[in-house]
């Protein structure tokens, strides 16, 4: 390619479009659907019901230790589709670029993307590049949409509905990582840190807990709101006493003590790789086992349980052997001034 | 985390409890002062291990909380200026002022920077010297002094856009207030930070005036336990005196520099905090040596006299004299997403914390 910044002729259609669709997007992407090129794309699949979600990623850094927006990107999505049980297939990729964002970094984020995609065995099937004026959007915006094919079985995974007193929680690793690692590369907070991004593809993960169990009664994808907020909502909708061990809660140091100096609660933090799962008490120390063998569950842990006391409500235990309501965040959370 | 897990054991916590149990007969009334007491007392959950003797009442030790209604007008007002950049603690961009928030304005196109240090805003005048930079600079006898040396390096550095809006305020005087006003108290929980600039000599009067014990503790659970039993203990045995729970901080003589730099840029005058009204010498104007830095001199702008909320008792709750949950708006109309009074703003605030913890 001649130019190695985006202009707005990129987005018009013209020439410049298909020279940037077919230098950096099909070259990433390479898969038969795709390079088809058509206004559709024509998925096969194998069931009669499909999950279908959308989701867009404004995420500032664009690039971020331990992954980048075009990871998030396949990731989020990925995991929107997992946790209600589905088996992620196709996804659709729809890019917003600021005029003047440079070709080389659009090409890394694709180039992560396709990676990703490979990664947890999905294929991006169709997409579509819009550019606007310089000042319109902040550098790139990335809405995914996915496609995944449901098992009879795992459709009441989602609403949540065999959920029962004596249910055991169960997270997949430490909290609070992605939050902690975006927010370390953000102009106004010039601190550095050796935190990742916890930023991966939960699928694999959660089909191998399906294969091994049939009592996993609801899941989620603990991201903005942090698990705190998942759990208060599951609460809250379900009218569902859940009592958590804030001693069980996996958290690594580094972050522990970041949070710690900036007044935020860990449980509130967002996680890009972490699902909670709601499992009948009989089958959660098998579930536990199988996770973790997983890399992505290592450090997994049963961190709560559903309780028939202050129904709609969660209420910690503390460290120190106190007890508190974890209630819905109001606004972002904001650093604490002493 | 080395130096803070230790006073999170939860052995030890429940030793302490243990012991406040067997020593508490009397009813007692303890203020915690700061609100970094506040949010560590439901954090952890500690009003669940005590005894139904004793009682903590939250006091005006949130900066945010008793800022008035028109030092943030008048940030607003600034904020409109179009060569005036706003920089702040986060805390603050939420506070309802009359019509507005410093948050609304932002989204209306103000130019307002978080920062965690007034030398963050320094860096930004710096940088910014076509613009005028205004830091809003509240908070007690913790946060004071690196405006104080903010303005000092300012002065050092010939820096002429760098400027100051001054409601730090000083802790004792909001204390003595709350007595004299008729709040039946035990005991205070003192401030941690404070104490750490000025020691434990400023609260002598109040120990020896209304026969209070006052007893400076640190922010980890187990601190505000002991800090808690060693008031009990005082209070059983009739003998109320100053003393320093959090001694791997606070020295009874505090930090004899950083005292020296507030008393460089600042002079005591008289100021106003909400629920508490004007209370003389309990707050920190800019000297005239720095005048150049000083936002109110050198910026001047018109602000009508503010709206107060009907209905608020964030007054009464900072003076510990209702529970937040006794405020007919809390939770209702005043909440963290929509705050009508500042208790509910600020993570620190009496309201906030109970909202959040304890709802």
């Known amino acids: 390619m001649t130019n190695k910044q985006i202009l707005l002729d990129h987005g018009s259609g013209g020439k410049l479009s298909h020279e940037l669709i077919s230098s950096v997007f099909v070259k990433h992407f390479a898969n038969n659907t795709l390079k088809e090129l058509t206004d559709s794309a024509l998925c096969k699949v194998s069931s009669d019901q499909i999950a279908f979600t959308t989701d867009s990623y404004v995420v500032q850094p664009i690039f971020f230790p331990g992954g980048d927006i075009g990871k998030l990107a396949v990731c989020g999505t990925v995991n929107d589709l997992a946790v209600t049980g589905a088996t992620p297939l196709y996804l659709s990729c729809g890019f917003i670029i600021e005029e003047g964002f440079s070709i080389e970094e659009l090409d890394k984020i694709v180039s992560s993307m396709a990676k990703e995609a490979k990664n947890s065995g999905v294929q991006i099937v169709t997409g579509d590049t819009k550019v606007v004026e310089r000042g319109a959007a902040d550098k790139i915006f990335i809405n995914t949409a996915g496609i995944g094919i449901i098992d009879k079985k795992n459709v009441e995974i989602a609403n949540a509905k065999g959920v029962q007193t004596g249910d055991k929680i169960i997270i997949n690793g430490p909290i609070a990582e992605h939050g902690v690692s975006v927010l370390g590369k953000r102009n106004e907070l010039d601190f550095k840190t050796d935190i990742n991004s916890d930023c991966a593809s939960l699928n694999e993960l959660i089909a191998k807990v399906l294969r091994i169990s049939d009592k996993v009664k609801f899941m989620r994808d603990a991201t903005r709101g942090g698990v705190a907020t998942v759990l208060c909502e599951l609460a809250e909708n379900k009218k569902l006493g859940i009592k958590l061990d804030e001693d069980t809660i996996p958290i690594k140091e580094n972050v522990r003590g970041i949070c710690e100096m900036l007044g935020f609660d860990p449980l509130y933090v967002a996680n890009e790789g972490k699902v909670v799962i709601v499992i009948g008490a009989e089958d959660a120390e098998k579930v536990l086992k199988e996770m973790k063998k997983d890399p992505l569950g290592k450090e997994s842990a049963v961190i709560g349980e559903i309780v028939q006391d202050h129904a709609g409500k969660v209420v910690l235990n503390t460290v120190v052997g106190g007890s508190r309501i974890v209630d819905m965040l109001s606004g972002a959370q904001l650093p604490r001034i002493c | ?359």
């Not at chain 2, 243990?18 to 954090?43: D, P, Q, R, W």
């Not at chain 2, 800022?67 to 943030?72: C, E, L, M, Q, R």
């Not at chain 2, 856009?161 to 004792?172: A, D, E, Q």
Request: glycine share 8%; hydrophobic share 35%; net charge neutral.
């Open chain 2, 1 to 359: 985390m080395k130096y803070i897990d230790e006073y999170r054991d939860k052995q030890l916590v429940l030793n302490i409890a243990e012991n406040i149990k067997k020593i508490s007969k009397k009813e007692i009334a303890l203020m915690e002062v700061c609100g970094g007491h506040t949010m560590s007392i439901y954090k952890f959950g500690l009003p669940s291990l005590l005894p139904k003797t004793v009682k903590l009442i939250s006091g005006p030790g949130c900066p945010v909380c008793v800022t008035s209604t028109k030092f943030v007008d008048q940030a607003i007002a600034y904020s409109k200026l179009p060569e005036v950049i706003i920089a702040t603690f986060g805390d603050l961009i939420r506070v309802p002022g009359s019509n507005s928030s410093l948050v609304k304005e932002k989204a209306n196109g103000a130019d307002i920077r978080l920062v965690f240090s007034p030398l963050e805003a320094l860096e930004i005048a710096k940088e910014n010297t076509d613009k005028k930079v205004v830091f809003l600079g509240i908070g007690f006898e913790t946060t004071a002094p690196t405006s104080a040396a903010t303005i000092i390096d300012a002065y050092k550095q010939g820096v002429k856009n760098f400027y100051v809006l001054s409601s730090h305020k000083v802790m004792p005087p909001a204390m003595s207030a709350l007595i004299d006003e008729g709040v039946t108290l035990n005991g205070y929980i003192c401030p941690g930070h404070v104490s750490t600039i000025t020691g434990s000599e400023i609260y002598e009067p109040i120990a020896k005036k209304y026969k209070l014990g006052c007893v400076i503790s640190g922010f980890e659970p187990a601190d505000m336990m002991q800090s808690i039993y060693m008031l009990v203990k005082q209070f059983e045995s009739g003998e109320p005196k100053v003393e320093i729970e959090y001694k791997r901080a606070v020295k009874p003589e505090g930090n004899l520099k950083a005292k020296k730099m507030l008393d460089e840029v600042f002079e005591l005058r008289d100021d106003w905090w909400r629920g508490l009204g004007i209370l003389p010498k309990s707050g920190l104007g800019i000297r005239d040596k720095y005048r150049e830095y000083d936002a109110e001199k050198m910026l001047v702008v018109d602000v009508p006299e503010p709206v107060e909320p009907k209905g608020c008792s964030c007054g009464e709750v900072l003076k510990g004299i209702k529970e937040p949950k006794e405020c007919k708006l809390f939770a209702k109309v005043c909440t963290p997403e929509h705050p009508v009074g500042a208790c509910m703003v600020s993570s620190e605030g009496a309201c906030a914390a109970r909202y959040k913890y304890d709802k």
